[in-house]
């Protein structure tokens, strides 16, 4: 601030010299003149050099209000001062404060200075002072602006300065200079060129010389009174403009603020009503608190058809978020008329809309929300588009929307293909086994594959056994259960499918559900003549998979009933006795064997003789002797007192080993 006087104190100062001024031609004394005068010019003089200290201030205001008061008096050093301070400052501070009160004052006696300071060295100045030129738009001022740029001895950057103050001072008489710009060297010239023209015209024409030759023919006798007007009529509209935002935007606060401060059990209707606002911003408002509701909100409120009509306009607005917010709300109403909206729903081109309408629908919405279901799984670009109409089909399809189903399996995102093969499942669509034992086999998508495997179970065609054995070896523990539980659930009713899916189960170690499946052929088969043979088989394989499982007392077991079953068999009881020996269960060894050893056929009998006798070597190897020698007795006793010359020799080496 100003040290040692206030402003008031100037103001009087400046009063004085005023009133000394007018006594001066009052018809005083020639002496008293002279002297009067000479006293107001020492209070000039004073005071101007009280201004001129004030420019070194370090407070910008005080430099600033110190240059304004200088140029203010009629007093030639006071000007030379500012102008002194605007061209030979030594502080750019300075400087700036003196051409800020310059261009406030619009003195044009400062103009010369003005121009020379677009060329000092320091940016900040040269700034200001195109700043400030953009005032002083006098003829001759705006001649020597662009006489200056035609001469081409400006400093760097200048040029720009210049065409940006001509531009800020809508000088269309520099209009040619300016269009002579746009061809200049200095690129960010020929941008303030530009952008000069784009000022004084009010058009907003590219970079283009010849359009700009154009409109500078049409406008070359206008004047820089007439760009004024234009500018004064564009500023009038646009404040039009602005009071009519003004007056909408309180408008839409107004409503805004009814909906906000209402009372909780009117809320609903008030905001069910604000979907019909002009506001933009009311009805996205009122949309998203809709969508915000619970579901037993929603469905507790009564609906009625002034509500309805709100809902479809509302799904009719242009805003997206309005249109998705009441697509949401819609889908959890449970009035009457809700399949409506989701029709409407349904032919939104949001995909966000549309997924929403999508999930909303019920069995009976009818033949034509299917086939619109069946068009936007096959041609929507949406990813959740086609997910939810893969899953909605499922639910409300029919035979003939599982083509489409069918064709969605090679879309190119894994939950679709997922949803498309869930769809088919619940349709319960047989004709689909081929092409989801295909998925089964190749998809990348172990989820994917995952439900293959159980859609191959639930529907229950022999088809899929081939996909699902694969499957047993799938890289994917989850796929691999899957496959196993689906052969499982196909594993009934065919003895052939039968005995396939139990090899299957067999081949990848899997012999707990290979049991499962032989038992259940046994179970299933057992008092059916014609299956005799099937039986057999199944008997045997399920010996060897109880065996493969250490479970020896069941599989000899199981032989004893495949003995019966095939009429006496010396490979099969040569199993049993392994799996009695294996199991540690020796106990009736010796009984079976002379079972085996009464009236057997003569072609029989060498055959019986051979297995008793391995049956006593067994035993013996594996440490039951007295076993053995009872199994021996039995051998030599039906070999007679004159056994076949091999026959008796291992009868002899056998008694040997076992003693007695």
């Keep these: 601030m100003r040290s040692g006087r206030s402003e008031v104190s100037r103001v009087f100062v400046i009063a004085a010299v005023v009133l000394l001024a007018g006594a001066a031609g009052c018809g005083a004394p020639e002496p008293k003149a002279e002297s009067a005068e000479q006293e107001r010019a020492a209070r000039q003089q004073a005071l101007a050099a009280q201004e001129e200290a004030q420019l070194r201030s370090a407070d910008a205001v005080v430099r600033q209000q110190a240059a304004v008061s200088l140029l203010s008096m009629d007093y030639p050093p006071a000007l030379s001062a500012v102008l002194d301070a605007m061209q030979a400052g030594e502080e750019p501070g300075v400087r700036i404060s003196v051409i800020r009160a310059a261009g406030f004052c619009v003195d044009h006696r400062c103009f010369e200075a003005l121009l020379g300071a677009t060329a000092d060295p320091v940016p900040e100045v040269r700034k200001e002072a195109a700043a400030a030129l953009a005032r002083f738009m006098r003829p001759e001022e705006v001649d020597a602006m662009t006489a200056l740029v035609e001469r081409g001895d400006t400093a760097p950057g200048q040029r720009q300065l210049i065409f940006t103050a001509l531009g800020e001072g809508l000088a269309i008489r520099a209009v040619p200079v300016l269009l002579a710009g746009l061809r200049d060297g200095d690129a960010n010239a020929r941008l303030a060129a530009l952008e000069a023209l784009r000022e004084v015209s009010n058009r907003q024409l590219p970079p283009d010389a010849a359009q700009w030759q154009r409109w500078w023919t049409e406008n070359s006798r206008r004047t820089r009174e007439d760009v004024l007007e234009d500018h004064l009529q564009a500023l009038s509209r646009d404040l039009a403009v602005r009071t009519a935002q003004v007056n909408e935007l309180t408008s839409q606060q107004e409503e805004l603020m009814k909906l906000v401060n209402s009372a909780q059990p009117e809320t609903p209707k008030l905001l069910l009503g604000a979907l019909a606002s002009r506001h933009a911003l009311v009805r996205e408002y009122s949309a998203g608190r809709l969508a915000a509701l619970g579901q037993d909100a929603v469905r507790g409120l009564e609906l009625d058809d002034k509500d309805r009509a709100a809902l479809q306009a509302g799904l009719a607005d242009d805003s997206v978020h309005v249109r998705r917010n009441v697509m949401h709300f ?95 499942r619940k349709l319960h669509t047989a004709q689909a086994v081929p092409r989801v034992s295909e998925l089964l086999e190749k998809d990348p998508s172990a989820r994917v594959r995952e439900i293959a495997a159980s859609t191959l179970g639930e529907l229950g065609q022999p088809a899929g056994v081939p996909a699902l054995s694969g499957a047993l070896a799938d890289r994917n523990d989850r796929v691999r259960e899957k496959a196993a539980s689906a052969l499982l659930a196909l594993a009934t009713g065919n003895a052939e499918v039968m005995l396939v899916v139990a090899d299957s189960f067999q081949e990848q170690g899997l012999l707990l559900p290979a049991e499962q499946v032989l038992t259940r052929v046994i179970e299933q088969y057992g008092g059916v003549e014609e299956m005799k043979g099937r039986l057999k088989a199944a008997y045997e394989q399920l010996a060897a998979v109880q065996k493969g499982q250490k479970e020896f007392a069941a599989a000899a077991r199981t032989y004893e009933k495949l003995d019966v079953l095939s009429g006496g068999s010396a490979r099969v009881r040569r199993e049993m006795l392994d799996c009695w020996i294996q199991g540690g269960d020796v106990s009736g060894a010796a009984g079976a064997v002379g079972k085996w050893l009464q009236g057997p056929s003569d072609e029989q009998k060498a055959q019986m003789l051979e297995l008793a006798l391995d049956a006593a070597e067994r035993l013996a190897a594996s440490g039951h002797a007295q076993e053995a020698g009872a199994v021996l007795d039995l051998a030599t006793k039906a070999a007679g007192p004159q056994p076949e010359p091999k026959a008796g020799a291992r009868i002899e080496a056998l008694r040997r080993r076992v003693g007695g």
């Design 330 to 424: 819609a889908a959890q109403s449970e009035a009457d008329w809700r399949d409506d909206l989701v029709r409407k729903g349904l032919a939104d081109d949001d995909p966000v809309v549309t997924a929403t309408a999508i999930e909303a629908v019920r069995a009976n919405l009818g033949p034509e929300a299917t086939a619109r279901l069946e068009q936007l799984l096959a041609t929507s670009r949406s990813r959740e588009v086609r997910e939810a109409a893969a899953n909605a089909l499922g639910k409300v399809g029919s035979e003939a929307s599982v083509p489409v189903l069918v064709g969605a399996l090679d879309d190119g995102e894994e939950n679709v293909r997922w949803f498309a093969v869930e769809g088919l």
